[in-house]
């Protein structure tokens, strides 16, 4: 019995041995669809989307570009273009990828006194076009050859979407409650959409409310309300707006201010109503903006309040 024992335990090892290495798996910067295996000694930046090694002085970026633009960057990729843009090219190719068929470029380009070598890879991915540029001076090629820059290129990968909670770590405060709205855009560092509207197909007028930090609140209390007038009154896409109540309240313990109206989509011109809260703090103010058909406005203003309330700043 201990002979076929060491039998088996040798034969189990010898399996294990042969097995190949799992590759591993492509990291998504924060907000992403496109992610990558990056070399090792790059990191997350926190400057751009994408990796980099600041000590070497090596960034790789990722870039979702609309569907349609690979044919126009495979059409207008010529050395001339390049030129104009600083760019030697030194090699162009077309590659085969999990994703399709993509195209390689490969070139020099002088920054100040430093040369770079610049690799840039452009893939179609469904619904959107993945662009990831690579640049590596001159001085740590030797950290980071050519085999390894094709490797991390050939490992770009594309997920369905963002999750939630990931794509609400972009925003400069967070939003705890979402009131059963779905994000219909986030701009990062600066504001989200809520939205009832479905993804495919966005009607005319949804339920929808805006948050967004803005620099430049006024500083002393009664210049708040002038303030406040003239922030409505940039709203875009609201006609015949009548404003029925503006008020002074406390929201989230910091001054705010509060406008009601009522008005008509620009667009169909149906009856809305409209509810503009400020929340003011130091040097910024939060912005928030609900607006819903006029029919619908009692179930729509509790989820906007709702989601007011539960809106904290960082």
Request: net charge neutral.
């Amino acid at each position: 019995m201990t002979f076929l024992r060491s039998v088996l335990m040798i034969a189990l090892l010898a399996a294990l041995l042969a097995a190949p290495a799992q590759a591993a798996d492509p990291v998504y910067p924060a907000g992403s669809r496109i992610g990558l295996v990056p070399p090792p000694g790059m990191t997350n930046s926190q400057a751009f989307t994408g990796f980099e090694d600041r000590d070497n002085r090596v960034a790789l970026v990722v870039v979702a570009l609309p569907a349609a633009a690979f044919a126009d960057i495979e059409k207008s990729t010529t050395p001339e273009t390049l030129q104009k843009q600083g760019l030697t090219l030194e090699s162009r190719e077309d590659v085969t990828h999990p994703l399709g068929k993509g195209m390689l470029v490969h070139g020099s380009q002088q920054i100040e006194d430093v040369k770079i070598r610049k690799w840039i890879f452009v893939v179609p991915a469904g619904d959107l076009t993945a662009l990831v540029t690579m640049q590596v001076p001159e001085a740590a090629q030797a950290i980071y050859p050519e085999a390894a820059i094709r490797a991390t290129l050939m490992s770009v990968s594309v997920r369905p979407n963002v999750p939630v909670d990931e794509q609400l770590t972009l925003l400069p405060f967070r939003v705890s409650e979402l009131a059963g709205f779905r994000i219909g855009g986030i701009v990062a560092g600066r504001a989200v959409m809520l939205t009832d509207g479905p993804p495919e197909k966005p009607a005319a007028i949804d339920t929808h409310i805006l948050v967004a930090l803005a620099p430049g609140a006024p500083a002393q209390a009664a210049d708040r309300g002038r303030f406040a007038q003239e922030v409505f009154g940039s709203l875009p896409n609201i006609k015949d707006i009548r404003i029925n109540s503006a008020e002074t309240l406390r929201i989230g313990g910091q001054q705010g201010h509060q406008i009601m109206a009522r008005g008509k989509d620009g667009t169909t011109g149906e009856d809305v109503t409209i509810v503009q809260w400020l929340r003011f703090g130091g040097t910024a103010y939060l912005h928030m903006v609900g607006v819903a058909k006029s029919d619908a406005w009692t179930p729509a203003y509790a989820r906007f309040r709702q989601v007011r309330d539960g809106i904290d700043l960082h």
